[in-house]
């Protein structure tokens, strides 16, 4: 148990960069060996301003223990802020962060809304990339996918200016 328990420690403190990295759950599970940190029942993950929910978090880290890859899993939530200053919030079934590369993966049942715009994306994968300014949509089945946007109406703005 300590020696588990030294390893979260551990995990924690190397994965804190510039900002605190806090992960609340019902159960915890670490192989130090293998890089893998296991998190189920009500999993909250915040730093800065992002938050993630879900069932189940599993954070794999490179030998110097820092995060590779988060894979969260089972009614899945969450609100991020991109390096771009974009906010998004959202849900899902699966959501896999890949920090190195900077891109979210969003599977099963997605809703994913930009807010600073109101650009809203409804399907079952959905990938958005901020280092490269990537993003994708598909469905599986027989729904599409949905995207939403609003638009300013140009005449509008002209005939409420004039008076």
Same mark, same amino acid.
């Given at each position: 148990?300590i020696? *588990?328990? #030294? #390893?979260? %420690?551990?995990?924690? @403190?190397?994965?804190?960069?510039?900002?605190?990295?806090?992960i609340?759950? +019902?159960n915890f599970k !670490?192989?130090?060996?293998? &890089?893998i940190?296991?998190?189920t &029942?009500?999993v $909250?993950? @915040?730093k800065g301003?992002?938050e993630?929910?879900?069932?189940?978090v @599993?954070?794999y880290t490179?030998?110097? *223990?820092?995060p590779?890859?988060?894979? =969260?899993?089972g009614?899945?939530s969450?609100?991020?802020v991109?390096?771009?200053g974009?906010k998004y919030? !959202?849900?899902?079934?699966i =959501?896999? #962060? %890949?920090?190195n590369e900077k891109?979210?993966?969003? /599977?099963k $049942?997605? +809703?994913l809304?930009?807010l +600073?715009d /109101? *650009?809203r994306?409804? &399907? +079952?994968?959905?990938?958005?990339? @901020?280092?490269? &300014?990537?993003?994708?949509?598909d469905?599986?089945?027989?729904?599409?996918?949905?995207m939403?946007?609003?638009?300013?109406?140009?005449?509008?703005?002209?005939k409420?200016? $004039?008076k």
């Amino acid at each position: 148990m300590i020696k *588990r328990l #030294f #390893f979260f %420690m551990t995990f924690l @403190t190397l994965a804190l960069h510039a900002e605190q990295l806090k992960i609340i759950s +019902d159960n915890f599970k !670490g192989d130090q060996t293998k &890089g893998i940190s296991i998190f189920t &029942g009500n999993v $909250k993950i @915040t730093k800065g301003h992002d938050e993630l929910n879900a069932s189940k978090v @599993t954070i794999y880290t490179d030998a110097s *223990r820092k995060p590779v890859k988060y894979l =969260a899993e089972g009614a899945v939530s969450f609100y991020l802020v991109t390096e771009m200053g974009e906010k998004y919030q !959202g849900k899902s079934q699966i =959501a896999i #962060f %890949m920090p190195n590369e900077k891109e979210y993966q969003f /599977y099963k $049942k997605v +809703d994913l809304i930009r807010l +600073d715009d /109101y *650009r809203r994306v409804k &399907g +079952d994968k959905v990938i958005v990339n @901020t280092i490269a &300014g990537y993003s994708s949509a598909d469905s599986s089945g027989d729904e599409p996918v949905v995207m939403i946007f609003t638009l300013e109406d140009k005449k509008e703005t002209k005939k409420g200016s $004039k008076k």
